[in-house]
């Protein structure tokens, strides 16, 4: 029989929670925690010591064997880990007494040589240390492997230089807690309030398909997506997948990855079918920055290891199919005070609420000044085919703001105030079993790349394969900046009310380009924004480089969040990665083609022509010009691939043999990718023709239809 439970039976059950610790802890080393983790104190090696202890019991009571800090480094998305087991040296008598040590829980040494470091470190320099994260939960991963202890860390290197995605961000969490404190204050300076934290709830997007047929197919393998494959008869035109009835296959899935997330204390609710044939939606109840970050690891993690489990393949990349919608991951993102006041909330009556119309202003201030590094945050190789391409924000940063609030921001800086509110009307169907309501004062705007959605703003660029550390540390540090030249000038004003006014207006007027209500899809817009001097960046290698412009610099050294040196590694690993990930493509291209796809096609080809042949032999005057205009047609198609493979070729080397790792990922992404669409181009047209039978590898409707 099914094991039947409630979510309150199995929620966190995984999780080292603060309940655990209550329980686990004596009292006064688990206040002395507490403090820690508020950043008060530091802890002490006597603390850290009782604490591990505890963990570690806890962990064996659960089936742990091996502990590990589970740590981000600047590779493509996932986390790292290196697992120790719970082993001391035995007794005299041979006994083991498994141990967990505080310094070993505070600290690792793993050899970080192996890390892309953006040349900052000689190989022979192999040093590098992980450091507990205090803020985020410790958990226990479960698995074929056993069940691991995962205490989540940063990731530095012997000279403290982070080489990681998470240090940036803790330290972007705490620049905008206190520059955002200074603006509560100055709005309301009774306030209680003692911190400022950032929320996110990202939207995981992702497909899943039969994993024999994933298997079979070793572009999808080897770089996550189709590098070949002909559009399917169907597709997602009739807009029946979005929302439609999940699968029993994939009901059966998602059922045990929801339980999975649950037992790991992750709040996952939402769960649907998106646009494309096969693809997936889930999301969680929003949680703190950090929290957020290190939980959608996990997912990303848990949806691959659940899919396995059932017979399928996860995709998380952003274009695994050519021709029908690609995967995002919409960033959910808002500030609120320890007293749960969210700055992001307009309220009943926003024209006269004070915070909110000044964290807007300095929001859009912040995104205006820095939509490139925004646009940068939300970079990766995948995400590349999809900006910009009519089904996912243009590659210009925008602030979308809706009716409302476009209009009293209107107000405000053409009169410097408000005078009336645009409000939702009732909603009355005219059916008198249906309730009428009052609607939202705003519809919606799903071509904006930043959209205002009641009591947050949604960054709807990221790409589902992507952590969303860079976009969350990004936005902090660009509104920590604003929120501290707004306190700046109004600290300096004798009169607080009016410079707090005057702020407002000055920033929605100065920045007022960058917000846009309209079609973000649309050629007019992009003309518009190149009008009024918004950037338009269109490839992640062109958005590389403004991690290192002065502003950049200035930026993230002004609050601490990462200095010049650590800036220009990242940038160097961003060039790397793309050029390898490229290489990975384009070398997977050049061996199927020439390993699987056009032997198959001579194959054909061969015995189109015995069959010419035989015919002939057979009946002198045979009609065979099907057979000969096909055999005529393969026959070109194939030589064009031929040449298309040697033209491949040489792309790839002029690209792979360039010094500079700037150079290379600008020739991968102008020479090696145009001549990976040249090649896709006479291969697809031959699956179309070829029998079925001898086509080596699964098509798009084998994949996406045939569960
Ligand atoms: P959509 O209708 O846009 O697809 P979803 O329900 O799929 O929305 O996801 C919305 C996400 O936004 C959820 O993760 C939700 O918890 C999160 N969210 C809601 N309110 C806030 C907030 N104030 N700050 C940050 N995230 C929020
Ligand atoms: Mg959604």
């Not at 963990?55 to 064997?65: F, L, N, V, Y």
């Not at 505080?102 to 690792?108: E, R, S």
């Not at 892309?116 to 240390?129: F, I, K, L, V, W």
Request: charged letters at 25%; one cysteine or more; hydrophobic letters at 40%.
């Amino acid at each position: 029989m099914e094991e039947k439970y409630t979510i309150s039976d199995i929620f966190g059950e995984n999780v080292f929670s603060d309940k655990v610790m209550q329980e686990r802890l004596p009292k006064k080393v688990y206040k002395n925690l507490k403090k820690t983790m508020a950043g008060l104190q530091e802890l002490s090696m006597g603390d850290a010591d009782v604490i591990a202890k505890a963990m570690k019991d806890w962990a064996e009571e659960k089936g742990a064997t091996h502990y590990t800090h589970i740590f981000q480094p600047l590779i493509v998305s996932l986390a790292a880990e290196k697992h120790d087991a719970f082993v001391t040296n035995p007794d005299e008598s041979g006994n083991m007494i498994t141990q967990l040590s505080g310094k070993a829980l505070i600290m690792q040494e793993p050899d970080a040589s192996s890390f892309p470091s953006g040349g900052t470190r000689d190989t022979c320099a192999a040093r590098g240390y992980t450091f507990w994260d205090v803020t985020s939960p410790v958990y226990i991963k479960t698995g074929k492997i056993g069940a691991v202890l995962c205490i989540p860390a940063v990731f530095c290197s012997y000279t403290g230089i982070t080489l990681d995605k998470k240090a940036p961000l803790l330290r972007s969490i705490e620049a905008v807690s206190k520059e955002a404190m200074r603006i509560v204050k100055l709005v309301d300076p009774e306030t209680e309030a003692t911190k400022v934290g950032a929320s996110v709830g990202p939207e995981q997007e992702y497909f899943v398909i039969d994993r024999d047929k994933y298997l079979a197919r070793k572009d999808l393998v080897f770089t996550g997506r189709t590098l070949f494959g002909a559009a399917p008869c169907k597709g997602q035109e009739l807009d029946d997948q979005y929302f439609g009835v999940i699968p029993e296959k994939v009901g059966e899935f998602m059922k045990d990855l929801n339980t999975e997330c649950w037992k790991l204390g992750i709040t996952v609710t939402t769960q649907h079918n998106e646009v494309a044939p096969g693809q997936h939606e889930l999301a969680p109840i929003y949680s703190e920055a950090n929290i957020a970050v290190d939980n959608n690891l996990a997912v990303m993690e848990i949806v691959k290891k659940v899919a396995e489990r059932h017979g399928l393949a996860c995709l998380l990349h952003e274009k695994p199919f050519a021709g029908v919608n690609g995967s995002g991951k919409h960033n959910n993102w808002s500030l609120a005070t320890d007293t749960g006041v969210n700055l992001l909330d307009p309220g009943d009556n926003p024209a006269e609420n004070k915070l909110f119309l000044l964290t807007l202003a300095c929001i859009v201030k912040g995104v205006d000044t820095h939509a490139d590094l925004l646009r940068q945050s939300a970079s990766d190789v995948g995400n590349d085919h999809r900006l910009g391409a009519q089904e996912a924000p243009p590659a210009i940063i925008s602030i979308f703001l809706g009716d409302q609030l476009e209009d009293i921001v209107k107000q405000i800086i053409e009169k410097g105030k408000v005078d009336s509110v645009i409000e939702g009307s009732r909603l009355d169907l005219g059916i008198s079993t249906v309730t009428p309501m009052k609607k939202d004062a705003t519809d919606r705007n799903r071509t904006s790349p930043f959209a205002f959605t009641g009591n947050k703003f949604e960054f709807r660029m990221v790409g589902s394969n992507d952590s969303i550390s860079a976009p969350n540390t990004t936005l902090n540090a660009i509104v920590a900046e604003a929120f501290s030249d707004a306190a700046d000038e109004i600290e300096a004003a004798s009169d607080k009310a009016a410079a707090i006014d005057a702020v407002t207006r000055k920033y929605l007027t100065e920045h007022q380009r960058v917000i846009f209500n309209g079609n973000g899809y649309s050629d007019e817009w992009v003309a518009e924004a190149e009008k009024r001097g918004l950037p338009n960046i269109k490839s992640m290698v062109d958005a590389t480089e403004t991690l290192t412009t002065d502003k950049a610099i200035e930026l993230f050294g002004k609050f601490g969040i990462m200095n010049e040196t650590e800036l220009k590694l990242r940038e160097e690993v961003l060039y790397e990665t793309y050029a390898k990930v490229i290489n990975i493509e384009a070398q997977t291209m050049i061996d199927m083609a020439q390993t699987e796809i056009l032997p198959a096609v001579m194959a054909y080809a061969t015995n189109l022509a015995a069959s010419v042949n035989e015919i002939q032999a057979a009946c002198e005057d045979a009609d065979v010009s099907y057979e000969t205009d096909t055999l005529k047609e393969t026959s070109a198609l194939l030589a064009e691939a031929k040449k298309a493979v040697a033209a491949l070729k040489d792309a790839r080397q002029k690209a792979a043999s360039q010094e500079c790792p700037k150079c290379s990922a600008h020739s991968y992404h102008d020479d090696v990718m145009p001549a990976m669409t040249a090649l896709r181009a006479p291969v697809d047209k031959l699956e179309t023709i070829v029998d079925k039978d001898i086509w080596p590898i699964p098509t798009y409707a084998d994949m996406l239809f045939e569960f």
